[in-house]
């Protein structure tokens, strides 16, 4: 590839199926169909891991969660392994931020050249009632939220978004230009799809106005679920808080409007981004965090191995990427980073180093992988034991160390509905993946260390009566916002 400058468009939450140009018959976001239209759809992108903290760390680095042991959303990147913004900025190139970062904190040196209004854990501790993995795992004060506050106007976050999205105009208009001796990189991070579910009224009523398929399997959600989902489940207690059909029907309406609000934002700085003339000297690369379970099963929230909580968007745009390109090939944010280093044109032996597992997700624009395996990992709240997921060809493997696993066939089954593990037929399946994942990683000893690692960082804070004691947040807050605890 030519060395371009790079905008990263990143959102938060966002489900890889809610986007039109994955096929989704309702949401609009035309935005990011034209994004794709114009450019390359990643069709099997993932997380290195459905939460916050540990994705958006491994995203920095290149490297999976158990390289960084940033297991949950209190172990927050803090700028001492080198990043991708920090490498850059050694060798030149200007590195900015605007937005969401969930790094520990803004006293850190993150590696940016900028930081601007950067959203991080609280009090640089974080969500602590995460390290509680066992038998004694509380039930989340502040599952309440996730349907008291759907509904239509605006919340800190819409508000926070509004204000990333304008300084992101800003700095293409004004400050891009001042960076011309080497590319730069500018990080666009938005907050929403996240909850609070509270859409812009016409965004809201836009999807409210509408009849909205219930969301998939809710019917059944009283049915019992693999012990590992009873686990999360029984700690983010989210559909508890869902009295009728039609609280679900709010909630799903103020997610899609959050979807097209994200998309309106990302046209406001897509055009700037024309405006000022940089179409032509910039590639572009939209991605999220995570997904959302988004009701599926009577599940919320994220960290499970399904494809609405795991699957992201991956979107590429600009020079050298061929317009209207699809790729089918297995990938994740190990492979997004190779990507950053090479689109700049800074690979050198310390950038890419041998503790860097991933691809460039380029290379693959050329021809599909049938090899090529994507892994993600969980270690974090609402889980009493590991969960790994490996991605090869059609198939997808959801490890548990504790539980029994779960196979997955994604082309036959894209809704992940029919459980093949214990099939006899696909045992050459089932164990070709389990050897994908022991090249990976011993999936017994990284529970075994993660959980030794959150055992005593919980000591280290009072124990678990006084994380508990400490309560719930339910979300993180933009700064300047004060947490609200439950």
């Known amino acids: 590839m030519k060395p371009t400058n790079l905008l990263i468009i990143m959102s938060d939450e966002h489900t890889r199926s809610v986007t039109g140009c994955y096929g989704h ?44 042991e940033h297991w949950d959303n209190a172990i927050a990147f803090d700028g001492t392994i080198p990043s991708w913004h920090s ?11 605007i937005g969401k970062l969930h790094f520990r904190s803004a006293e850190d040196d993150n590696g940016f050249s900028d930081e601007q209004i950067g959203m991080h854990i609280i009090d640089g501790k974080g969500d602590m009632m995460g390290w509680i993995r066992d038998d004694t795992m509380p039930k989340r004060g502040g599952s309440y939220k996730m ?31 001042k960076h011309t001796d080497k590319p730069w990189v500018l990080f666009v991070s938005f907050v929403c799809p996240h909850f609070p579910l509270t859409a812009p009224p016409e965004m809201f009523y836009h999807y409210y ?16 679920l693999h012990p590992y989902l009873e686990d999360y489940r029984s700690a983010f207690a989210y559909d508890e808080h869902f009295h009728s059909l039609e609280q679900v029907k709010i909630a799903q309406s103020g997610y899609l409007g959050l979807c097209t609000f994200l998309d309106f934002n990302i046209g406001n700085v897509l055009k700037a981004l024309d405006d000022a003339g940089l179409s032509d000297t910039t590639r572009v690369m939209y991605t999220s965090d995570h997904g959302d379970n988004n009701g599926a099963r009577g599940l919320w929230g994220k960290s499970t191995l399904f494809e609405e909580a795991s699957a992201v968007p991956l979107i590429l745009s600009g020079p050298d990427i061929p317009k209207g390109a699809v790729v089918k090939t297995p990938v994740s944010f190990v492979d997004m980073y190779p990507f950053i280093i090479d689109c700049v044109g800074a690979r050198d032996d310390e950038t890419m180093t041998s503790v860097h597992p991933g691809v460039n997700v380029a290379d693959y624009l050329e021809g599909d992988d049938a090899a090529k395996v994507a892994f993600s990992e969980y270690h974090g709240m609402g889980s009493k034991t590991a969960a790994f997921l490996v991605r090869k060809g059609k198939y997808k493997l959801a490890y548990y160390v504790a539980y029994e696993p779960q196979l997955f066939d994604l082309e036959a089954d894209p809704e992940e509905l029919n459980d093949l593990a214990a099939d006899p037929a696909m045992k050459p399946v089932l164990d070709d993946l389990v050897a994908e994942l022991n090249k990976i990683v011993d999936p017994a000893a990284t529970d075994a260390h993660a959980k030794e690692q959150q055992q005593k960082l919980l000591a280290e804070n009072g124990g678990a009566e006084a994380v508990i004691a400490r309560g719930d947040l339910g979300f993180s807050m933009p700064p300047g916002v004060d947490p609200h605890f439950d």
């Open 87 to 97: 490498l850059l900025r050694e060798r030149g190139h200007h590195t900015a931020s």
């Open 147 to 177: 349907a008291g506050m759907a509904g239509a106007g605006e919340s800190v976050y819409t508000t926070y978004d509004r204000e990333i999205a304008a300084r992101a105009q800003v700095w293409l208009r004004e400050e891009a230009q």
């Open 25 to 68: 018959n309702i949401v609009k976001t035309p935005n990011l169909d034209k994004l794709a239209a114009g450019g390359a759809r990643y069709d099997s992108a993932y997380t290195t891991c459905p939460v916050c903290v540990p994705a958006r760390a491994s995203f920095a680095t290149g490297k999976y969660v158990h390289q960084t």
């Open 209 to 224: 106005d509408q009849d909205i398929p219930l969301p998939k399997l809710y019917e059944e959600r009283h049915q019992k």
